[in-house]
């Protein structure tokens, strides 16, 4: 059985980074051909895909959020993290890490973290 565990602050002040990190367990994050996403759910609003990185290492990130985010990992922890710059209230949201199998034109998510609220306020 596959878990993935979020943690981080949950409070960030605007302009600064926002850093999660998702320790997953029951299954290695190099296994091919899983990937390894960040969404998000604003409050009231729908689920938003910020990012993933494969099994491979390679990354992909969402258009509207690329210029703001990086997803890394460390192999030997089994974890993959996320670092979302200069954030802003707009950025308040519960955040989700999940693993997708790769399938033709995308993902298809199996396991889901439980989520994390992260605020952004002063």
């Known amino acids: 059985q596959v878990q993935l565990q979020e943690s981080g602050p949950g409070l960030v002040k605007p302009s600064q980074t926002l850093s999660l990190t998702c320790t997953v367990s029951g299954g290695s994050i190099t296994t091919s051909y899983y990937a390894w996403s960040w969404i998000r759910q604003p409050p009231g609003k729908g689920l938003e895909w910020m990012g993933v990185?494969?099994?491979?290492?390679?990354?992909y990130y969402s258009p509207s959020l690329k210029s703001r985010t990086s997803i890394s990992r460390d192999t030997s922890k089994n974890q993959f993290s996320l670092q979302l710059s200069s954030v802003t209230p707009e950025d308040t949201a519960m955040y989700y890490c999940?693993?997708?199998?790769?399938?033709?034109?995308?993902?298809?998510?199996?396991?889901w973290g439980q989520g994390t609220q992260v605020t952004v306020s002063s």
């Open positions: 999940a693993r997708g199998v790769v399938i033709p034109r995308g993902y298809e998510y199996d396991y």
């Open positions: 990185i494969a099994y491979d290492g390679s990354t």
